[in-house]
């Protein structure tokens, strides 16, 4: 008899478990499949001159970096500093997609904030960034001279990432 209230209890206690280790993982930490994979090809409208292109093949041959971003992002403006800093001390080329904003609000951000990107690409209906795998920004991709995806980062890029991650593999990158 105590054995059939034992049951449910186990099933009820296993339960309480799964849902306590869940609520402290982090949502941003999900595996992407599209490490080691070729990344997919984008061609998007420049945010400062639309009658030119932003897109991937003009990459090729170079290590670089693709910040998904965007001006109704707090976490995007947070980032941006250091973007500034990659670009300028550690000359490391960024890309960016803006990503479903306000192209004027767009100019504006980084005229004010400064451009760290080598050019910046407008993606309003999500089409490249749905490729990527993106569903939140800030979002960042090291992309090697094959154009294939090394490493993602999601949320904001900080020194200690760059430093741990980043940084290690772009040298290992460059080398090879």
């Given at each position: 008899m105590k054995a059939r209230f034992l049951i449910p209890l186990g099933l009820f206690l296993a339960l309480v478990v799964l849902l306590g280790v869940g609520l402290t993982l982090d949502p941003r930490d999900?595996?992407?499949?599209?490490?080691?994979?070729?990344?997919s090809e984008f061609s998007?409208?420049?945010?400062f001159d639309p009658s030119k292109r932003v897109d991937s093949a003009s990459m090729k041959g170079?290590?670089?970096?693709?910040?998904?971003?965007g001006t109704w992002c707090p976490e995007c403006w947070r980032e941006h500093e250091f973007l500034i800093y990659l670009a300028e001390q550690e000359k490391v080329p960024i890309v960016g997609?803006?990503?479903?904003?306000?192209?004027?609000?767009?100019?504006?951000?980084?005229?004010?904030?400064?451009?760290?990107?080598?050019?910046?690409?407008?993606?309003?209906?999500?089409?490249?960034?749905?490729?990527?795998g993106v569903y939140g920004a800030p979002e960042t991709f090291l992309i090697d001279k094959q154009g294939v995806i090394r490493k993602k980062h999601k949320g904001a890029m900080t020194l200690q990432v760059w430093r741990e991650e980043f940084k290690p593999l772009?040298?290992?990158?460059e080398k090879g």
């Open positions: 999900v595996p992407s499949v599209l490490i080691d994979k070729k990344a998007l409208p420049d945010l170079r290590v670089w970096l693709l910040n998904v971003w997609i803006d990503w479903r904003d306000n192209d004027a609000e767009a100019k504006e951000f980084l005229r004010e904030k400064g451009n760290p990107f080598i050019a910046v690409g407008v993606d309003p209906e999500s089409n490249a960034i749905m490729d990527l772009i040298d290992e990158l």
